[in-house]
Protein backbone atom coordinates (compact mmCIF):
# COMPACT_ATOMS: atom_id res chain seq x y z
CA UNK A 1 0.00 0.00 0.00
CA UNK A 2 1.36 3.45 -0.91
CA UNK A 3 2.03 5.22 1.78
CA UNK A 4 1.40 9.51 2.44
CA UNK A 5 4.96 11.05 1.87
CA UNK A 6 4.24 13.47 4.86
CA UNK A 7 3.71 12.82 8.54
CA UNK A 8 -0.05 12.09 9.59
CA UNK A 9 -1.45 14.21 12.67
CA UNK A 10 -2.08 12.61 15.36
CA UNK A 11 -4.32 14.14 17.98
CA UNK A 12 -5.80 12.52 21.49
CA UNK A 13 -5.93 13.87 25.20
CA UNK A 14 -5.52 10.33 26.05
CA UNK A 15 -1.66 9.47 26.76
CA UNK A 16 -2.54 5.63 25.89
CA UNK A 17 -4.87 6.14 22.70
CA UNK A 18 -2.41 8.38 21.36
CA UNK A 19 0.38 5.67 21.57
CA UNK A 20 -1.78 3.46 20.12
CA UNK A 21 -2.77 5.65 16.99
CA UNK A 22 1.10 6.14 16.26
CA UNK A 23 1.61 2.68 16.63
CA UNK A 24 -0.64 1.59 14.34
CA UNK A 25 0.29 4.06 11.63
CA UNK A 26 4.06 3.47 12.41
CA UNK A 27 3.72 -0.50 12.10
CA UNK A 28 2.42 0.51 8.66
CA UNK A 29 5.19 2.61 7.62
CA UNK A 30 3.72 6.11 8.33
CA UNK A 31 5.64 9.06 9.40
CA UNK A 32 3.74 10.56 12.95
CA UNK A 33 3.27 13.39 14.40
CA UNK A 34 1.80 12.99 17.70
CA UNK A 35 -0.10 15.63 19.60
CA UNK A 36 -1.84 16.49 22.98
CA UNK A 37 -3.96 18.95 21.89
CA UNK A 38 -5.80 20.74 18.80
CA UNK A 39 -3.62 23.94 19.85
CA UNK A 40 -0.13 21.95 19.30
CA UNK A 41 -1.49 20.57 15.90
CA UNK A 42 -2.15 23.68 14.67
CA UNK A 43 1.20 25.14 15.59
CA UNK A 44 2.68 22.28 14.00
CA UNK A 45 0.73 22.50 11.05
CA UNK A 46 1.20 26.75 10.38
CA UNK A 47 5.28 25.51 9.95
CA UNK A 48 5.40 22.35 8.50
CA UNK A 49 4.10 19.88 6.18
CA UNK A 50 1.17 17.17 7.07
CA UNK A 51 -0.60 14.42 4.75
CA UNK A 52 -3.34 14.04 6.73
CA UNK A 53 -5.47 14.53 10.53
CA UNK A 54 -5.94 10.81 12.40
CA UNK A 55 -8.34 12.34 15.78
CA UNK A 56 -9.08 10.32 18.54
CA UNK A 57 -13.17 10.88 18.42
CA UNK A 58 -13.52 11.32 22.66
CA UNK A 59 -10.93 13.72 22.15
CA UNK A 60 -12.81 15.77 19.82
CA UNK A 61 -16.20 15.33 21.65
CA UNK A 62 -14.26 16.86 24.50
CA UNK A 63 -12.98 20.03 23.55
CA UNK A 64 -13.91 23.07 24.39
CA UNK A 65 -13.68 27.12 23.64
CA UNK A 66 -10.56 27.86 21.84
CA UNK A 67 -9.33 23.91 21.29
CA UNK A 68 -13.43 22.99 19.65
CA UNK A 69 -12.72 26.19 17.09
CA UNK A 70 -9.42 24.73 15.91
CA UNK A 71 -10.05 20.75 15.94
CA UNK A 72 -13.06 22.23 13.43
CA UNK A 73 -10.49 24.12 11.27
CA UNK A 74 -7.79 21.71 10.97
CA UNK A 75 -10.63 18.89 10.24
CA UNK A 76 -11.74 20.74 7.61
CA UNK A 77 -8.16 21.76 6.12
CA UNK A 78 -6.86 18.09 6.20
CA UNK A 79 -7.98 14.75 5.40
CA UNK A 80 -9.16 13.45 8.46
CA UNK A 81 -10.04 9.85 10.26
CA UNK A 82 -11.84 10.12 13.26
CA UNK A 83 -11.91 6.88 15.45
CA UNK A 84 -12.01 5.06 18.47
CA UNK A 85 -8.94 2.88 19.63
CA UNK A 86 -9.70 -0.56 21.87
CA UNK A 87 -6.80 -1.39 23.10
CA UNK A 88 -4.78 -1.56 19.94
CA UNK A 89 -7.39 -1.46 17.60
CA UNK A 90 -8.62 1.54 15.35
CA UNK A 91 -12.08 1.10 14.64
CA UNK A 92 -12.75 4.10 12.19
CA UNK A 93 -16.36 5.79 13.34
CA UNK A 94 -19.07 6.96 10.82
CA UNK A 95 -19.61 10.81 11.28
CA UNK A 96 -23.29 12.21 10.74
CA UNK A 97 -24.33 15.00 8.43
CA UNK A 98 -21.37 16.67 6.30
CA UNK A 99 -18.60 14.94 8.04
CA UNK A 100 -18.35 12.32 5.92
CA UNK A 101 -14.83 9.80 6.03
CA UNK A 102 -13.34 7.17 5.19
CA UNK A 103 -14.32 3.70 6.47
CA UNK A 104 -11.20 1.99 6.93
CA UNK A 105 -7.27 3.26 7.65
CA UNK A 106 -5.96 1.94 4.39
CA UNK A 107 -8.39 3.63 2.13
CA UNK A 108 -7.50 6.97 3.97
CA UNK A 109 -4.08 6.76 3.76
CA UNK A 110 -3.85 4.76 0.55
CA UNK A 111 -6.63 7.14 -1.34
CA UNK A 112 -7.85 10.31 0.18
CA UNK A 113 -4.09 11.35 1.56
CA UNK A 114 -2.80 10.34 -1.27
CA UNK A 115 -4.68 12.51 -3.68
CA UNK A 116 -4.30 15.62 -0.63
CA UNK A 117 -1.80 18.27 -1.83
CA UNK A 118 0.53 19.22 1.16
CA UNK A 119 0.19 22.70 2.40
CA UNK A 120 1.30 24.81 5.75
CA UNK A 121 -1.91 26.42 7.50
CA UNK A 122 -2.60 29.72 7.15
CA UNK A 123 -1.09 31.47 9.72
CA UNK A 124 -3.59 34.45 9.57
CA UNK A 125 -7.23 35.49 8.58
CA UNK A 126 -7.98 37.36 5.00
CA UNK A 127 -9.19 40.53 4.92
CA UNK A 128 -11.04 41.52 1.63
CA UNK A 129 -10.23 45.26 1.21
CA UNK A 130 -9.12 47.16 -2.09
CA UNK A 131 -5.82 49.26 -1.15
CA UNK A 132 -4.05 50.74 -4.24
CA UNK A 133 -0.02 49.27 -4.42
CA UNK A 134 2.75 50.15 -6.29
CA UNK A 135 4.88 46.71 -6.40
CA UNK A 136 8.85 47.56 -7.41
CA UNK A 137 10.80 44.90 -8.66
CA UNK A 138 14.12 45.37 -10.65
CA UNK A 139 13.89 49.01 -10.85
CA UNK A 140 10.32 48.89 -12.67
CA UNK A 141 7.49 50.06 -10.94
CA UNK A 142 3.63 48.74 -11.48
CA UNK A 143 0.65 49.88 -10.12
CA UNK A 144 -2.22 47.33 -8.61
CA UNK A 145 -4.66 46.90 -5.84
CA UNK A 146 -5.26 44.63 -3.31
CA UNK A 147 -8.15 41.49 -3.08
CA UNK A 148 -7.04 40.88 0.47
CA UNK A 149 -4.77 41.39 3.07
CA UNK A 150 -3.78 39.51 6.53
CA UNK A 151 -0.61 40.24 8.74
CA UNK A 152 1.24 37.64 6.71
CA UNK A 153 0.89 38.54 3.33
CA UNK A 154 -1.63 39.45 0.54
CA UNK A 155 -3.21 39.14 -3.09
CA UNK A 156 -2.51 41.93 -5.63
CA UNK A 157 -4.62 42.12 -8.63
CA UNK A 158 -2.21 42.63 -11.59
CA UNK A 159 -3.74 41.98 -15.16
CA UNK A 160 -0.14 41.06 -16.45
CA UNK A 161 1.14 38.77 -13.55
CA UNK A 162 2.99 37.00 -15.91
CA UNK A 163 6.01 39.21 -15.51
CA UNK A 164 6.61 38.59 -12.11
CA UNK A 165 7.71 34.99 -13.72
CA UNK A 166 11.22 34.21 -11.88
CA UNK A 167 11.10 36.89 -9.36
CA UNK A 168 11.07 36.35 -5.71
CA UNK A 169 11.58 39.44 -3.82
CA UNK A 170 9.87 43.13 -4.22
CA UNK A 171 8.76 46.07 -2.32
CA UNK A 172 5.40 46.75 -1.90
CA UNK A 173 4.41 50.66 -1.36
CA UNK A 174 0.69 50.77 -0.13
CA UNK A 175 -0.07 54.42 -1.43
CA UNK A 176 -3.01 55.39 0.67
CA UNK A 177 -1.31 54.22 3.68
CA UNK A 178 1.49 55.34 3.73
CA UNK A 179 3.64 52.38 4.42
CA UNK A 180 5.95 50.42 1.99
CA UNK A 181 6.95 46.50 2.95
CA UNK A 182 8.98 44.17 1.27
CA UNK A 183 7.60 40.87 0.40
CA UNK A 184 8.13 37.55 -1.51
CA UNK A 185 5.94 35.91 -4.15
CA UNK A 186 4.57 33.27 -3.08
CA UNK A 187 2.42 32.28 -6.02
CA UNK A 188 1.17 34.16 -9.17
CA UNK A 189 -2.35 33.69 -10.94
CA UNK A 190 -2.54 34.30 -14.90
CA UNK A 191 -5.04 36.18 -16.89
CA UNK A 192 -7.52 33.90 -18.31
CA UNK A 193 -9.03 31.92 -15.24
CA UNK A 194 -12.15 32.19 -13.41
CA UNK A 195 -10.69 34.83 -10.41
CA UNK A 196 -8.73 38.05 -11.01
CA UNK A 197 -4.63 37.57 -11.90
CA UNK A 198 -2.04 38.58 -9.72
CA UNK A 199 0.27 37.50 -7.48
CA UNK A 200 0.19 36.21 -4.38
CA UNK A 201 2.91 37.70 -1.63
CA UNK A 202 3.82 36.89 1.51
CA UNK A 203 5.45 39.77 4.20
CA UNK A 204 9.23 39.33 4.80
CA UNK A 205 8.81 41.57 7.89
CA UNK A 206 6.55 44.12 9.24
CA UNK A 207 8.01 47.23 11.10
CA UNK A 208 6.92 48.22 14.72
CA UNK A 209 6.35 51.38 13.38
CA UNK A 210 3.63 49.72 10.55
CA UNK A 211 2.01 47.55 13.02
CA UNK A 212 -0.26 49.89 14.17
CA UNK A 213 -1.17 51.54 11.00
CA UNK A 214 -1.69 47.96 9.37
CA UNK A 215 -3.98 47.13 12.90
CA UNK A 216 -6.51 49.89 12.08
CA UNK A 217 -6.93 48.76 8.54
CA UNK A 218 -7.49 45.38 9.36
CA UNK A 219 -8.66 46.25 12.60
CA UNK A 220 -7.50 43.15 14.51
CA UNK A 221 -4.29 42.53 16.18
CA UNK A 222 -1.92 39.91 15.03
CA UNK A 223 -1.78 37.70 17.86
CA UNK A 224 -5.65 37.54 17.80
CA UNK A 225 -6.42 37.24 14.21
CA UNK A 226 -5.29 33.27 13.08
CA UNK A 227 -7.25 31.59 10.43
CA UNK A 228 -9.84 29.89 11.79
CA UNK A 229 -13.31 28.43 10.93
CA UNK A 230 -16.25 29.00 13.23
CA UNK A 231 -18.17 25.67 13.82
Known amino acids: MQQPLHPILVVSYSDDSRAALAATLRNLGVQ ?27 SIIKSKGEEK ?12 LRVRTMGTMLIPMTMPGNAKQDKSLDDFLAVTCQAFTPRTLRAHRRHPLCLSTIVSCNGWEHRGFTQNISWGGA ?45 GVSFATIPPSVVPLLASILKTCREFDRDRLTA
Open 32 to 58: VACCASFCEAEELALGGLYGGLLIDLP
Open 69 to 80: VVAYTLANFFPT
Open 155 to 199: FIVDVFSERFAGERAISIAFVDCGFTLEASIRWIKPWGGKSAPGI
